[in-house]
């Protein structure tokens, strides 16, 4: 069993910057695949970024660019980089441990960023 736990979200302006933690509850990123993940009103979750094998990243093209992953090994915690954040980047963000093996598939409980003057 794995638990994370989201931090970081809020209100920003358009333009602002956030960072997102996950803090896992063992050391999972060996055999874990990391990621993040959000879902607004009315819409179905999408992928933001993720680790695929190794260092290697993966990012939905409307955040390229303004978006970084990155993850603390010792600390057993990812990080969400938001950057020029916009008001379509308002939605709960949920990190995901997937274990590709397994396919075992685990969720934190979501944080809420809203973009907004």
């Known amino acids: 069993q794995v638990q994370l736990v989201e931090s970081g979200g809020g209100l920003v302006q358009p333009g602002g910057s956030l960072r997102l933690s996950c803090a896992a509850s063992?050391?999972?990123?060996?055999?874990?695949?990391m990621g993040w993940y959000r879902q607004a009103p009315g819409k179905q979750r999408e992928l933001v970024a993720a680790f695929t094998t190794g260092a290697v990243t993966n990012y939905a093209d409307s955040v390229k660019g303004r978006f970084t992953i990155s993850r603390d090994s010792a600390k057993n915690t990812v990080y969400l980089q938001m950057n020029s954040l916009k008001p379509e980047d308002t939605a709960v963000y949920y990190c995901?441990?997937?274990?590709?093996?397994?396919?075992?598939?685990?969720w934190g409980q979501g944080t809420q960023v809203t973009v907004s003057s």
């Open positions: 063992r050391s999972i990123f060996s055999i874990y695949r």
């Open positions: 995901n441990a997937f274990q590709p093996f397994s396919r075992n598939s685990y």
